[in-house]
Structures are given as C-alpha cells and as structure tokens.
C-alpha cells in the first residue's frame, strides 16, 4: 500500500515534471524561410516530422528570408521579435551575428551529435562560419546552358561565358559583383589562390571590370533566383548562372533542353539563425526545433526534395533518391566529387569588407 | 439703425462681430473634433515614423556611443600630420572596445565604419576576437605571483562591499558602461564599490565595475562568482606600476606581491604595439581618420554620399568617378518619370475623351477595360510585359514574323529604359484617364456645338474651346502619374535591366541590402525634397487651384 502511494506519488511528480518542462517551451514557431521548393523541402523533411512528434506545437512560415536582415533589425528596434528561427545564407548570418541580432550559438551543447559519433562542431567543420550560423545546406551558384543553342560542341569551363565567338546570344548573370567579379579574374589567368588578393588592389578591380566590359553588352542582369531558369526556358539566353537547385528543376523535373556547367561553381551555405532577445519559453522551442531540424538523418532526408548538399559530413552516405522522380540524388549535389573539380566558396570575411565598396563600383560600370 | 460711433450689438447685448466669431469657433472646433481620431492614426502611423526614418540621415552617434573614451582621446590628435595617435588613445581603445565586445557592439560599428573606409568591419571584428590575448606576458606574471588573483572572491573581496557608506563611487563606471553597452546596467541591491580599493586603484575598481554591472544586469550571474575580464587585471596591473601603493584595505598583501612581480612585463607593455600587433591597421591614418570624422553625433556624411560626395577628414569631397552614381540616377528617375507622365497625356487624353462622350454603354465597357488592369496584381501585370517585350516574346515574334525585322535583329524592348517606360506607362494610365474622364464629363457639349455654330473648325473648337477646360484634368493626372512614378521601385527592377533602374531601387537596396539606412534616409530625404519643390513650381506657373480630381 505505501509502495504504491509511493509510487503513484512518484508518477505524478514525473508527469508533472515533464509537464513543467512543456510548460517551458512556446507551443507557436514562426519559421522563416525563401518560399518555393526549398522551403517545401523544409517542411517535409523536418517540420512536418517535428510537429508529428511534438503534439499541440504549430509552425508558421513567413517568406521573408530575402529581406531578413533588414526585417529583424526593424523588428528588434521596435522591441517586438515575432520571429522564432530564421533560415539565411552565411553572409547574412555574420552580419546579424555582428549586428547582435542572433542567438551566439554552442554547437556542441545545443545540436545533435552525429550519426557517426562525431560532435556537431566536428560534424559541420568549417561551416561553421559564424558563431550564431547553424549550417544547413550547401549549395552553389553556377551556370546551366542550353543544349540547342551552343552547336555541336557544349560549353565546358566557365571561361566560355566569355566567349562571344563561340556562343554568340545572350548570358545571365547575378546583378551583384559577389562571383562575377571572381570568375572574371579566374577567366583573366589568375590563379584562384590569387583572386582575393588581385582584388584588393585597384588594378585587379579594373581588371576584372574589364574583362566583363568584353560581354557587357550580352548580359541580362537577374536579381531574383527564378529569373536564370525562366530565360533559359524562353530561349532568350545561351548561358546564365542561378542557384545549383533551380537547374536541377529546370532540367529533372520540367524536362528542358538544358545541361549544367558545374566549372568554377561558387559554393555557398545556407542555415537558421535564432534571433536574439527572444523569451526564454520561445528560445527553448527555437533550440529544440533546430537540434532535431539539423541532425544527421534530417540533413540527409531534405536531400530527396531538393538538389542541395548536406552541410554535415555525416549525412552525405544517408543521400537517397529523390522522393517522386526516383532519380539517385547523389551526383545532382553540388559536392559530389564528379561536379566540384574546380570550385571555390564564398569568402565571407572578405566580402564583409569590400561589399560596399565593390557594390558602388559594380552599380557605377552598370549605369555607365 | 445703430449709433454710428458704437459697434453693431446682437440680441444679448455682445458685439455682433464677437458673438459671430464665437459661434465660429465653437464650429471650428466640433468639426476638428471630428477629424481628430482621423489626424491622430495620420501622425502616428504615418507621419512620425516617416519623420523618425528622415531623422536617421543625420543621426551619427554610434562611434560616440560605442567608443566614448576613444572619441574624446582622439581630440587632440591631427590627421595631417604624421604621428600616431597617443598611447591615451590606444589605451582608452582597448578598454572602450573590451567593453563593447563584451556588449557585442563592436562589430555593428564596424559594420558602420566600413561604409567610410573599406576594411574596417574585418578590422572591428578581428580585433574583437583578439583582445582576450592583450597583454597575456602581463597577465600570466600576475598570475604567478600569486594563485590568489584566479579565485574570483579575491576580486570581490577587493572591489566590492556591502557597507552602505561607500556611496555611489560607481556612478562614473555605469554612466560608461551603459553608454557603450547601451543598456541600463546596474550593481546588484547592497553592493558597493569599495572606498579605499576604488581610491588606491582608480582603473581597475572602474573596469570592475563595469564588468560586476554587466555580469549581473546582462548575464544575470553573481557578480562574485565570476572571473573579472582581462581588461581588469590590465587595469590593475596599470594602477599596480603607477606609483607607491596607497592601501591597506583587503588583499593588500596578495596586491604588493602581484605589484613586484608585474612591473617587468608592465615595462615593456604598451596599448600602442598591443594594438599594432593585433593588426597593422591601427596604424594607418585612415582608420583614425574615419573614426575621428564620424565621431560627433549628427553628420552631414550620409547627405554627402546620396550626391556623389564623401566625407573625409579634410572635409568633403567628391568621390571618384568609377564609384558616383547617384547623381546620375536622379537625373535618369526625374527624366524618366516626366516621359512616363507624357506618355500617359497622349494616351489617356484621347481614351478619356471618349468615354465622355460615347453613350453610357460603350463608355462603360471602355472603364471596365480601363479598371480591369488597375484590379489586377502589380506582379502579373509586370511579368506579362515580361513575356511580351522579351527577345523571344509575343512582340518581338510578331514583327519578325511580318517581316518588319529580322531573326538576327530582334528589338531590345526590355531590360532596359524602354521596357521601364513601356510598363510604368501601362500601369500609371488609369491615374491619368481617372482624373481626365471626370473633368471631361464636367464639360457641357454645348460649349463645342456653340464654337462650331459660330463658324470655328473642329480643330479651333478642340483647340480654343474645349481643351482649356479639361487642363485641370491633365494638371492632376500629371502630378499623381508623376509623383508615383518618381518612387517607382517593382516594375523597374523587374524589367529596367541597369538602364531602367530608379533611384528607389537604391533606396530598397540600401535598406535591405547593405543595411545602410543612413544613406537611404538621406537619399530618401532628397527625393521627398524634389517632389515638394516640383509641386511648389507646378503651383506657382500652373496653379493648384487649377488641378481638379473631379468634375
């Protein structure tokens, strides 16, 4: 009878527990993502399976990714944060890590160790480019062609965007200096070891503007990630570059004429942030979404829906197929070995400081 | 009749003119009772907060706030001339970025600086992380000359009391601290600083302090449970070498054998090459320079840049022509803008005349077709000129297929100015054909019968008689087709190529993009400016009393 009571007590005291630490945690997340299938891929493979975990938990997307940085520095002056975890690219998250609007995050504590045993910190390596980034994917931005329009012999480095002679028409590029400026230098005989410290100097920048000079008139500047895919489908462009995902779309899923140029391809990551200054009821939430969002077989499983690479070491052998084409996924990644023989990543710290610079630079030669 | 000396009196007695008046304002002010819920939304929804934006383009007081100390030792020392800033200065740096990196502040002014002089965000950042290693040699010779400095009761012992007649000898150290971590920080309830640690040891009882506030208001932990930042032990280590030690309070004994020990690395310490080694930087005059140029709390800067011109430490200049851009921009915006409103009178002016003058039914099939786009999304109707101007769109595949030009000669119809103006005419016309239509229906038709009957032309009859009447018509669809189009932001990014772009996409640009909302402040600012002066001259040749919204 005691031991019962005692037990029964005891029970009580563990439900109430595990009461108490729900009672911790906000039941509402407000996810911010980019829109489209990068952001159906999220959805299905990890918030669709952490809500069916978490009985009573709500998510709510916002698609304001694109305009992030600017929305929660607004956000965080009103005092008012209503954002709960928000995904950007690296360079937007060291610059929200700088402004003290993120979460500083320890990788360590507050993710999931690897499948493979390593810790989260070894899992994701050099990543980890910012201490408030929680890395996610890889992905790159490179060029697709269209196969009817370059002739009998396809485009194979990147350096033939600048060949008028050989494919004549138009190319796309991103209206930003961040890649261009570094594929004009490499397609000008510097060595990729080289470029950033080329483009420090005032001549390497004249070179490379020079060197676009030579196709300025062939060049359609895009600014929105679909703009590339949508040319190439209408035909008005040879070449152009986008996001590594929206080819693979434009190629596997819609079926065009059109075949990836994986040379030079600039890599580039993509995570969530936690903003900073949340309540500690939301934060626990926040932390315990992006501990299961991020470990090794959610990494792996985002895979099936779009064709960007795992930012953990340790889900690259989890990659499958995709989840309606069928198709193996693997040498769609922009990190399969086949694909990433010339690459390089974005260089953030640099980029940090020559942005503004370079920017009114690049903003002047276009308007000239 | 009245006496004529005496004013006119009403019934009760008053003047007439007062009780007029009276009556009057009693009206006046029911009717601004009612507008008043109305006013108040207007002002604090939309008119201070604009206000607030516009202000941003002068307001500067980061460096202020961020490096307080630094700003005020940087006084003294001339950009022109060679020498380096001061040890002063270096010193008051380390302490003043110690305690904003601490706060996280740091990075964010460097973010602000870079917009001045490349480098300096990495410069901030990278510093930042390496302050912890200032002075290591110093602080590892503390160390071993007495274990006790790594307990933090040793610290809270020596610095801190909870006799309430020590006093507020912080007040200097918070007025610092929350300065620059810009928060209200605080000691925790009944304790103090102590009065003989605080008059012996006047640096390191302020940079604790400042770390004791930080430790309890930001990081909520017991101040006397946590190590103290390096910057106290250098601080202690400067009070520990600057003389005779004045003190026989707590921990004296552990003081005297850290001041023997100390006094070797001290020697061959200073700020300056700590700084230095950090990163060669601190030694350039431009960094100095920026940080001396933008540390009062308002700046003309922002103004400058949004018209080609920088501000540099030998005052403003203008910036060299492979980066000016914005001139040309509001030149491109104004140009643009007025053809656009052209455009609108010549194709409005005849649509609107005809659906005042078809019968009803046909007139109102025209306004359904002229409000059926004006309903649709901005988006769709921007990406259908899209798939019509493009290279390999409807337009182009028309005339090829006429035979007007050639396969080889497709027209550039987007992408470019043309595309800008083509799509913004589209999208303005029913703020021109609006106005137009209600100051037409306005005009009887006898006038033109009557013209006609006196023996004038048709023409002379449009001419002389019915077009002077249906200039307030063009007079407000000029001004509204022109001031939207000015802050014109979507349909010129979408389809204006870097030909067709306005000055507004810089605007966006630097409010989402580079965060520099200074700058778009400003250039906003001028912006708003033009258009009020624009309306001022339209006001004083044309008249505003001669712009009508309806008939």
């Known amino acids: ?368 | 009749m009245t006496d004529a000396t005496g004013p006119i009196v009403a019934a009760d007695g008053r003047p007439l003119k007062a009780s007029l008046s009276r009556a009057l304002r009693r009206e006046k002010l029911r009717a601004f009772l009612l507008i008043l819920p109305l006013l108040a939304f207007v002002v604090i929804s939309f008119i201070a907060p604009i206000f607030d934006m516009l202000f941003r383009s002068v307001q500067d007081d980061i460096t202020s706030r961020t490096l307080p100390q630094t700003v005020v030792a940087l006084n003294d020392w001339d950009y022109t001339g060679d020498a380096r800033p001061s040890e002063q200065t270096y010193e008051a740096l380390y302490f003043d970025m110690f305690m904003a990196a601490e706060a996280k502040k740091h990075t964010a002014l460097g973010s602000r600086l870079n917009y001045e002089t490349t480098g300096i965000s990495s410069l901030f950042r990278q510093t930042g992380r390496g302050l912890d290693d200032v002075g290591e040699d110093v602080i590892e010779a503390m160390e071993d000359a007495s274990a006790a400095l790594d307990d933090s009761a040793f610290w809270a012992g020596l610095f801190l009391t909870d006799d309430r007649s020590a006093g507020d000898k912080a007040a200097s150290a918070r007025a610092w601290a929350s300065t620059v971590s810009d928060q209200a920080l605080s000691l925790p309830a009944d304790v103090y600083l102590a009065n003989a640690a605080e008059a012996a040891l006047p640096n390191a009882a302020r940079q604790y302090a400042a770390f004791a506030m930080f430790t309890h208001t930001v990081d909520e932990d017991v101040p006397a449970e946590e190590d103290p930042w390096e910057a106290v032990w250098i601080a202690l280590a400067q009070d520990l070498t600057a003389g005779e030690l004045a003190y026989d309070g707590p921990e004296a004994a552990e003081l005297r054998a850290v001041q023997a020990a100390v006094a070797g690395p001290m020697a061959d310490f200073t700020f300056t090459d700590a700084f230095l080694a950090q990163d060669d930087d601190w030694g350039e005059a431009s960094v100095w320079g920026t940080i001396q140029t933008f540390s009062s709390p308002y700046t003309a800067g922002y103004f400058l840049t949004a018209i080609d011109l920088e501000l540099t430490p030998d005052g403003a200049q203008a910036v060299e022509d492979d980066v000016a851009i914005y001139i040309t921009l509001f030149w491109r915006t104004l140009w643009m803008s007025m053809t656009i409103t052209f455009s609108c009178i010549l194709l409005g002016y005849p649509i609107a005349w005809l659906m005042a003058n078809l019968p009803d039914r046909s007139a109102n099939l025209i306004m359904i077709l002229v409000l059926l786009p004006f309903w649709t999304s901005l988006l769709v109707r921007t990406s259908a000129w899209k798939v019509l101007l493009q290279q390999q769109g409807v337009i182009n595949d028309t005339l090829v297929w006429i035979g007007l030009v050639g396969d080889g000669s497709r027209l550039a119809l987007i992408n470019n100015a043309t595309g800008t103006i083509i799509a913004m005419t589209h999208i303005l016309l029913p703020f021109m054909i609006l106005p137009l239509y209600s100051v037409m229906k306005g005009i009887p038709p006898s006038y033109l019968r009557a013209a006609k009957s006196l023996g004038a032309t048709n023409w002379t009859a449009f001419w002389r008689v019915y077009f002077p009447q249906s200039v307030p018509g063009i007079g407000a669809g000029s001004i509204l087709v022109f001031i939207l189009s000015i802050g014109y932001y979507i349909t010129p990014e979408i389809v204006g190529g870097t030909k067709g772009v306005f000055i507004s996409n810089r605007i966006a640009y630097h409010i989402s993009s580079s965060l520099n909302w200074g700058l778009a402040a400003a250039l906003g600012t001028i912006l708003l400016v033009v258009v009020l002066a624009l309306y001022w001259a339209y006001d004083r040749i044309v008249g505003i009393d001669n712009v009508k919204l309806g008939g």
Not at chain 1, 5 to 15: E, F, N, P, Y
Not at chain 1, 31 to 44: D, I, K, M, R, T
Not at chain 1, 345 to 353: K, S
């Open chain 1, 1 to 368: 009878m005691k031991k019962s009571i005692i037990l029964g007590t005891s029970a009580i005291v563990a439900v109430a527990g595990i009461a108490y630490a729900d009672g911790h945690m906000a039941s509402d997340m407000t996810l911010v993502s980019w829109g489209g299938a990068y952001q159906a891929s999220q959805q299905n493979a990890y918030v669709a399976p952490y809500i069916a975990n978490n009985e009573g938990v709500t998510a709510v997307w916002d698609e304001s990714s694109s305009e992030a940085v600017a929305k929660l520095r607004a956000m965080n002056e009103a005092g008012n944060v209503t954002w709960d975890v928000v995904d950007v690219v690296a360079a937007d998250a060291i610059r929200l890590c700088d402004e003290g609007l993120a979460l500083e995050i320890d990788h360590d504590e507050m993710l999931a160790d690897g499948d493979d045993g390593s810790s989260a910190s070894d899992d994701f390596g050099d990543l980890i480019v910012s201490d408030c980034f929680i890395p996610q994917i890889v992905y790159s931005t490179t060029f697709g062609y269209r196969d009817d329009l370059v002739g009998d012999t396809p485009p194979t480095s990147v350096c033939d965007v600048y060949d008028l002679e050989a494919y004549p028409g138009m190319r796309s590029l991103e209206r930003n200096p961040i890649a261009n400026l570094e594929w004009a230098l490499i397609c000008d005989g510097v060595d990729i070891a080289d470029v950033y410290d080329v483009l420090e100097t005032e001549e390497g920048q004249d070179r490379a503007f020079a060197k676009m000079d030579t196709i300025k008139d062939n060049v359609i500047w895009w600014s929105a990630g679909a703009d590339t895919p949508q040319l190439l489908a209408d035909g008005e462009i040879v070449m152009g570059s986008t996001y590594n995902g929206r080819l693979f779309s434009l190629i596997e899923e819609q079926d065009q004429p059109v075949s990836m140029l994986w040379d030079w391809q600039m890599f580039d990551l993509d995570g969530w942030i936690i903003p900073a200054g949340l309540s500690p009821e939301r934060e626990a939430r926040a932390l315990d979404f992006v501990r299961f969002a991020t470990d090794t077989q959610r990494l792996a499983d985002q895979a099936k829906y779009i064709s960007y690479g795992p930012a953990r070491q340790s889900s690259a052998p989890l990659v499958s197929t995709h989840e309606t084409l069928g198709i193996e996924m693997a040498p769609h990644m922009p990190t399969d070995p086949a694909n990433s023989v010339n690459t390089f990543l974005f260089n953030y710290e640099w980029w940090a400081d020559y942005r503004d610079d370079l920017d009114a630079k690049f903003q002047a030669w276009l308007a000239q």
